[in-house]
């Protein structure tokens, strides 16, 4: 599917457990969605998971609005009394989507989200992105056997509940100082920041911060600045159609050449090669 400079669909796929796609929507569009309205009975319910990468979207359920922001996403149970749409104060929302179908796993996640609500926070660079977009891609090059694809959704729902878990139980430090740093570094430009400036945030030297977020981690500020850099990237590579060298400048690596060194080393294959192999997701 070509590349539309407003909007695209990616990663799409379909099947009796999965539908999932990529999509840039902007104010000129008309989008709203509401779980009540949707042609789905109350015998086969289904989930959608909705993870923002940019831009804001808005979640509503009753009376709480839930902003999606970059990092946010909800788990949309259908059919119930929801909604989510682009509100009128945002301009663009740019977000992965899933729709499960799978009645256990569907009814695992409603009860999981029931007590705390329908919003999660994730690390890009994180166990549920990550497992998420293993479990699209796999669907869309339809490779995986029934048996495969089945164990691909429960990895997906053990992240999930490993992820919700660690929001709702506040004494996981680990978790908090990872949202921390994440945080900081999506408000920089370009994702443009080094460990000092992240010290310099948390009131610490640089040596104090890093054997601090090591101890507390298990790797290094700087691996995980890396991390979501390419993280970023690879998203950037798969939903538009800019060259390296923009990319490389809108993640916060010196230039295309640094960019598709590090890229490689983390996944085994050039930016390039990449872009190619899911080219026709």
Known sequence: MPLLPQRQKLLWGSGLEILSGYETRTSSDRYRWHGLKRNVRSDTPLTVIQCTLDGEGLFVAGRQEYPQRPGYLFAAHVPSDHEYYLPAYSSMW??????????????????LSAPTGPCLRFEPAGELMNTLTELIVAHRQGTDDPFTRESRLFNLLVAFERAWWSQNHPHNKREQLL??????????????????????????SRSNFSHYFKSMTGFSPGQYVREIRLEK??????????????????????DANHLGKAFRIRFGFTPGQFRKQHSGL
């Open 94 to 111: 740019s977000f992965v989507w899933v729709i499960l179908h799978h009645p256990y796993v569907v009814s695992r996640l409603q009860r």
């Open 179 to 204: 949202d921390r740093v994440r945080s900081f570094i999506h408000q920089q430009e370009n994702l443009n920041t080094d460990v000092g400036s992240i010290a310099d945030h948390f009131n610490m």
């Open 233 to 254: 990237a690879r998203q950037l590579l798969l939903s538009t159609n800019n060259p390296l060298k923009r990319i490389a400048f809108e993640t916060g690596f010196v």
